[in-house]
């Protein structure tokens, strides 16, 4: 897989030996490592301490440094906020843990009108390098509280910088810039990202919080995915190029600063583009790329774009429910396949490669290892 | 254990409340010149407890506020310039006019930050505490509610979390009685607000908010209980607020208090009470409230000149410090 990154500094695992890790490791790594670096970091939340550790994103941590940097907590999101805010404001840097996004909807008022304001309002007198990890649940019939990816909520406020790492190198890399910035930042971690493996070097490093990332070169199409859905759209180009049409792939990184750089460059190059987002499209990552790149380089397009995304309506329990919820590698395909106005034959052989590819997998599950609960 | 400040007199504390009230008595004054363009919630008749309580305190302890801000950051030693200059939307603001009255902060002085979302800043001050707690001092933390704060569900995530993390967070509410025009017995169901806090197992105590030299000593007898059990603690201060919630009139005419609790506020209320025991002591004569009354109205002249003259910010700065570089 070739990768081209925009804003390049620091090693580059891709093309070296960099062992192999999940995503879930990789962010436990990173945090280890800051937390040795500068003894103002430290993690708070519900559950970074409890025996599950956040999925393992945050095991071994609480042996390492104690319960004074491991801070597990009461149930109260919107203060615990306010707290990492405070402290953030007297140099200290929070890492704020929430096991699902809908979690910090009870903090919104915290991150909107404090963290993401406080700078600006004190004309910089005070900084609040806050770090905020919200995970995005999927599957095992989590239902409509439980599995909702809201990150436009969050791109929406100038103040936050909001991240959606796809690789494990960001995982970590965009992690330990996040706490050496002084800005508050946003992750928003796909809970089958965790599970993904990757190179990242064992070793400190950083990765920019700007930028988006070309992950597969190609010709006729920008596929633009965040976060898990750049696997998808990763699987849907190699289902392409089987039919000979050739996808570039980019991973956007980052909602806020929007990651458009490389998006620009492949629409230029492609004339098309879809976008696939984790949630809905109203109003989301997707329309917003959508709407920058018909404004700024209309004359471009050789057709209308394309949003993907979830169905409009809440998450159901029931995977009897939600067959077609999902953005998958075949819904790309198939908007890919339409947009370029391929042949009959070509479509059917591109469809026919999809359903084979997708045959036994169990759709409601991140890998078959997955046995629930959460 | 650290040393407490030292006491301050009466009549200097009589000083403080009374620089305070012709502050924004002034502020109403000239509101209706319509150079003041942002929302302003005086204290006026709330004074005591804001210099009560910051007498009791050390420059490494921080105060934190709400949208009624005014007395607690000049009781805290807030520059009088950097506010008149915020208010009236200046470069020479504290914010440099991106706050308004709402937003007054004085870092130097130890008023950290306040903060106009009822609620908002309670966690605030509790995560300057757990800074503190991870950086070993013994700063106490100290936040400014009022009666409606306590109807907020972060006030309550907030008090748990400072009670079981052993937080130095000090509690001062101020009960004035309204949540704007909503009075306390229809809010709450006792106007007892200590049960708040006894419901997190919080040390706290309940006194009249008129008194300044009573606040002092009971803010400081609070902060010595601190150190001996660690963790935080609560005082309720009754007070009366004299004029309209936002804004620089009365609005008793809108009827929403009864004319015996008007007369009764007024008859408690922190500047007529303290100059009628000082003068009674014989400690205040007229020609000293003459004198005193001089000197800080030229002070208050001063700021206020210096603020209508100060520029406006240039406007090519309004995108600056949106992200800190």
């Known amino acids: 897989m070739h990768r081209e990154r925009i804003n390049e500094p620091g090693p580059d695992p891709m093309a070296s030996t960099a062992p192999i890790k999940s995503a879930a490791a990789a962010i436990a790594e990173g945090t280890r490592q800051a937390m040795s670096a500068d003894p103002s970091v430290f993690v708070i939340g519900e559950g970074v301490a409890d025996p599950k550790r956040v999925f393992g994103t945050t095991a071994g941590l609480l042996e390492e440094f104690g319960a004074d940097r491991v801070i597990e907590t009461p149930v109260a999101e919107s203060a615990l906020t306010g707290i990492a805010i405070g402290a953030a404001m007297q140099g200290q840097r929070p890492i704020l843990v929430h096991q699902r996004v809908e979690f910090a909807l009870l903090a919104m008022e915290q991150l909107v009108n404090n963290a993401a304001k406080t700078h600006y309002v004190t004309n910089g007198v005070y900084t609040v390098p806050l770090v905020q990890r919200m995970v995005i649940g999927r599957g095992w019939g989590q239902g409509p509280a439980h599995s909702q990816s809201l990150e436009p909520l969050f791109a929406h406020i100038p103040g936050l910088i909001v991240a959606m790492p796809s690789s494990v190198e960001d995982a970590k890399g965009m992690l330990m810039q996040a706490l050496v910035q002084q800005n508050p930042v946003l992750f928003l971690e796909h809970r089958w990202y965790h599970y993904r493996t990757g190179p990242a070097p064992d070793t400190p490093f950083t990765r920019p919080l700007e930028g988006s990332a070309i992950l597969k070169k190609g010709r006729d199409v920008t596929l633009v995915g965040t976060s898990y859905s750049v696997y998808e759209a990763l699987e849907a180009a190699s289902i392409l190029d089987q039919v000979g049409v050739s996808a570039e792939v980019v991973d956007l990184r980052m909602l806020r600063p929007l990651g458009l750089d490389s998006i620009t460059s492949s629409v230029a190059k492609t004339g098309r583009l879809i976008t696939i987002d984790t949630g809905w499209t109203a109003y989301g990552a997707g329309a917003e790329i959508i709407a920058s790149i018909t404004s700024d380089q209309f004359q471009s397009l050789k057709a209308g774009p394309v949003r993907l995304g979830l169905s409009d309506h809440p998450t159901p329990s029931s995977r009897g429910l939600t067959g077609d919820f999902y953005p998958s590698a075949q819904s790309i395909v198939e908007a890919a396949c339409k947009m370029l106005r391929v042949g009959t034959d070509k479509l059917e052989a591109a469809r026919n490669e999809a359903l084979k590819r997708a045959e036994g997998a169990i759709p409601d599950i991140p890998n078959p290892a997955f046995k629930g609960p959460f | ?325």
């Open chain 2, 1 to 325: 254990m650290r040393d407490l400040p030292d006491s301050i007199p009466d009549l200097a504390l009589y000083r403080q409340m009374l620089r305070i009230r012709m502050v924004e008595e002034a502020i109403a004054d000239r509101y209706s010149d319509q150079l003041m363009r942002c929302p302003v919630h005086l204290s006026i008749g709330q004074e005591a407890i804001a210099v009560g309580v910051c007498a009791a305190l050390d420059r490494q302890d921080k105060t934190f506020s709400t949208h009624r801000c005014h007395a607690h950051y000049l009781a805290k030693g807030g520059d009088l310039g950097a506010m008149l200059a915020e208010i009236h939307g200046k470069a020479t603001g504290c914010c440099a006019g991106r706050g308004g009255s709402m937003h007054l902060f004085d870092k130097a002085a130890g008023h950290a930050l306040s903060l106009p979302i009822v609620g908002s800043v309670i966690p605030i001050a509790a995560g300057d505490a757990l800074a503190n707690k991870l950086n070993g001092s013994k700063a106490v933390s100290v936040v400014f509610v009022g009666d409606a704060s306590l109807e907020e569900g972060v006030f309550h995530e907030t008090a748990n979390f400072a009670k079981v993390h052993n937080l130095r967070l000090l509690f001062i509410c101020e009960n004035n009685l309204f949540s704007v025009y909503t009075p306390l017995d229809e809010r709450q169901p006792s106007d007892d607000l200590t049960r708040l806090a006894t419901a997190h197992q919080i040390p706290c105590a309940r006194h009249d908010g008129n008194n300044p030299g009573l606040v002092m000593n009971a803010t400081r007898n609070m902060i010595e209980k601190m150190d001996d059990l660690p963790g935080p603690a609560f005082l309720q201060f009754d007070a009366y607020r004299i004029r309209e919630h936002c804004g620089p009139a009365f609005d008793d005419d809108l009827g929403y208090r009864t004319a015996d609790a008007i007369t009764a506020g007024m008859k408690t209320e922190p500047l007529a009470t303290g100059l009628a025991k000082l003068t009674e002591q014989g400690q205040l004569t007229e020609d000293m409230v003459h004198h005193m009354r001089a000197e800080i109205g030229e002070e208050i002249d001063g700021a206020f000149e210096a603020a209508l003259s100060a520029p406006f910010p240039p406007s090519e700065t309004v995108r600056d410090h949106v992200y800190a570089s």
